[in-house]
């Protein structure tokens, strides 16, 4: 046996770099003959840069950033594609205690119902408004990110402008607890476990959860440097197989107790176990009492890490929406071509496992569980789709862009 | 000198790092230089200062907040290029290895960036090999504690001399293939371990 290629991936401290976690921590890296290293960064602006400059072979990616990095919109000008996703769900948005005394006071009871809360959140904003207070402030991380458009989604669907009756800035994930104790922000919209550190910490209360805004919702992406790829096609793969099995370890229940383990080292996100263990299990404390979330993060079923090309264009479908990109078929075609579920299929196909024979689904089409096609064996797929009823066609994306603009009004 | 004078902004946590780029930059010639280690401050400061070139250390968390306001052109004039010239690899690489960043507003010309960011890059270099060198000191201060330490366990143990002492002890290391202060820590436990001192 040769000896392993070392591979270095960088990551964030988040629950969802679980993947990543334990492609290395058992083994399955190793397996495919990969010896592979993972570093911890500090910004999402690090990995882009490490992975442009080769640090980094492949990193722990929002979706929408190699989506962004295709379409020129970031200051370092790089190709990135995306074979694979690193789950579905995760995130939670949560308010400071404060604003959530005054949802309360609006009507607002608990994270099950996005709509309420947003009714509330939208009469607690009118009145701040009467009597001139200041404009609300919500932190997500990162402008190209699943949280920013879920949140500007929510606030939207809720008759709340998020440019001009919110005001939303960029938090790092790890700050987003010192932000709010410091009153910097009165809420924010972010990965596990972060939304419930704050819950611990007395801080705050989640109102809302990304799987109840849209349900089995991507959120990370395995991303790749475009040339890398090209060149290192059957490494790319091993690590994709590899990926694969990981993904099937952490959606085991019975391994959440130690993959909970596993990323509460201090190398990772060093956090305690037991609140790590809770959020793989989607049983959040909300600051109002626990509360379970059904597919609140999914690492493995419904083909949670395919990269769905029509994903990839819900996400252009909302950096077009709040005026980050100008609509065109080209960039349309750039943002699609970023998920690349070709490389996946190529990857697993060795394996025998259910490939869904579709690279576009319609978003929010799938009230109930549903079997769909797939290369081999079974593959069940949904619920999906948005709080507000509204499904997405990415054969009718310009109708939709349309139907989205102006945002509001 | 007829071109208006450049307007920098340093953010670094590290306060004596962003010292030593500061002097760099005014020996230079750049007078409107102004650092930034509160990284809550940043977006006011980066509004205030109206900056021509941003340089900012990589392990700052707040690099994204710093990317978003660049694409909001009310906040600033659009620094929104990376270093000056997004075809030079070289530069790039040297700076992240490095560990700096830095962002320059639209239409500056190379000639007037580059030597800053150079600058920029050789003095974090420094600073790291500073830091090494100060670290190397810190250890080589302590192992050579740690062997007088067991020298005196050994002189006072068999009745040898200081030179017999540190003679066996190099023997050791060099049979073992270790270096002599690890022979001497493994000495010092050892002895603790018999109930010695």
Partial sequence: MSASVPLTAGFLPLLDSAILVAAREKGFAEEEGIALTLVRETSWANIRDRIAVGHFEVAHMLAPMPIAANLGLTPMRLGLLAP???????????????????????????PDDPAAAGAALRAVIERRHRKGD????????????????????????????????????????????DAMAAGRIDGFCVGEPWNSVAVAAGLAHIVTVKAAIWRSSPEKVLGVREDWAGEHGSLLERLLRALHRASLWCGAVGNHDELADLLSAPAYLNQPAALLRAALDGELETGGGTRRFQDFFVPAQK??????????LWFYSQMVRWGQVSHSAENAETARRSFRPDIYRAALKPLGVPLPSASMKVEGALAVPTPVGVSAGQLVLGPDGFFDGAVFDPAHLDAYIASQRPALR | MTAKQLSILVIDENTIRASIIEAGLREAGHDHVTLVHDVHAIASRVRDAQPDVIVIDLENPNRDMLESMFSLSRAVKRPIAMFVDRSDQAAIEAAVDAGVSAYVVDGLRQERVKPILDMAISRFNAFSRMERELEDA????????????????????????????????????????????????????????????
């Fill in chain 1, 134 to 177: 200041d404009t609300l402030r919500f932190g997500v991380v990162h402008p190209h990110s699943g949280h920013n458009f879920e949140l500007r989604y929510w606030l939207a669907a809720c008759g709340i402008d998020p440019e001009r009756d919110v005001e939303i800035v960029i938090v790092p994930p790890p700050l987003t607890s």
């Fill in chain 1, 303 to 312: 083909a949670a890490i395919f990269p769905w090309q029509s994903h990839a």
């Fill in chain 2, 138 to 197: 810190r250890n080589e201060l302590e192992s050579r504690k740690i062997v007088e330490k067991a020298k005196g366990i050994l002189m006072r143990s068999q009745g040898l001399s200081e030179d017999e002492a540190y003679r066996r002890m190099r023997r050791a290391a060099m049979d073992q293939n270790r270096k002599i202060s690890e022979i001497a820590h493994s000495l010092i436990t050892a002895s603790k371990l018999l109930g010695g001192g």
């Fill in chain 1, 84 to 110: 694979m996703s690193l789950g579905l769900g995760g995130n939670a948005v949560t308010v400071s205690q404060e604003l959530w005394a005054a949802m309360a006071g609006e009507g607002a009871t608990g």
